[in-house]
C-alpha cells in the first residue's frame, strides 16, 4: 500500500506498476520462507485462482486508464479504505467460499489496475481467523501468483524498462529486511496496536498522493 503511492513521486505510474510487481515478487519469495510453517490449501485454490483472473482482467485495462486518473483513483482508494477501517474496528466478513473468490477477485483486479490490492486480501483472510503465520505464509503465495500474472502483462504493455532494472537486487534486499523486521515487530507489538498505526500511515500516504493529484 505506501510503496506505490511514495513511488509516483520519483516514476510515472505505469513504471511504478512494472517496478511494483518485481519488488513484491521478491517480497513475497521472503515472506514465504520466513512463514512457511502454515499454509491454508484451500483458501490458495478458492482465493487464488479467482485473484489471477482479476489480475489479467486490471492490468490489461491500466493500458487504456490515464495515469493521472489510476493515481487519482489509488489516493481515493487508501483514504476511504482506512478511514472505514479506522471506524469500523470490527469490520468482518462470512469465512465462506464466496466471499474468498469475490475477494479474491476485487483485490486481484485492484492490484493489476492500481498496484495495490493487498488491504481487501487482508480483510477476506482475516475472516478465516487464521493463525499468523498461517494467515502471511497464505497471503503472500496468492500474491505471487498475482504477482506472477501481472507481471507478464505489465511486460507486454511495455511497464518494465532496462533502466529501472537495478532496482530490482536493491529491493531484494530492501524486501528481505523488511520482511525480517516485520516479523520481529509482531513479536513485541500488540496486532490492535500495530493495525491501527498502520492505517493511521495509510490514510497519509492517501491524503499526501490526493493532494499531489489536486494540486
Known sequence: MFFVPLAGYFFDFQSVLGITAVYHLSSNMSKIALFRQG?????????GIPAIMGVIAGALLSKYVASSILETALAVFLVLLSVVMLI?????LKPVTSVAAGGGVLSGFLAGLLGTGGAVRGIVLAAFRLPVKTFIATSAIIDMGIDMSRSIVYYTNGYMHADDMYLVPILLVVSILGSYAGKRILEHVSEERFRTLTLFLVLLTGLVTLYKQIS
Request: proline share 0%.
Open 88 to 92: 469500523f474496528r470490527n469490520l468482518s
Open 39 to 47: 499454509v491454508d490449501k484451500k483458501l490458495i485454490y478458492s482465493m
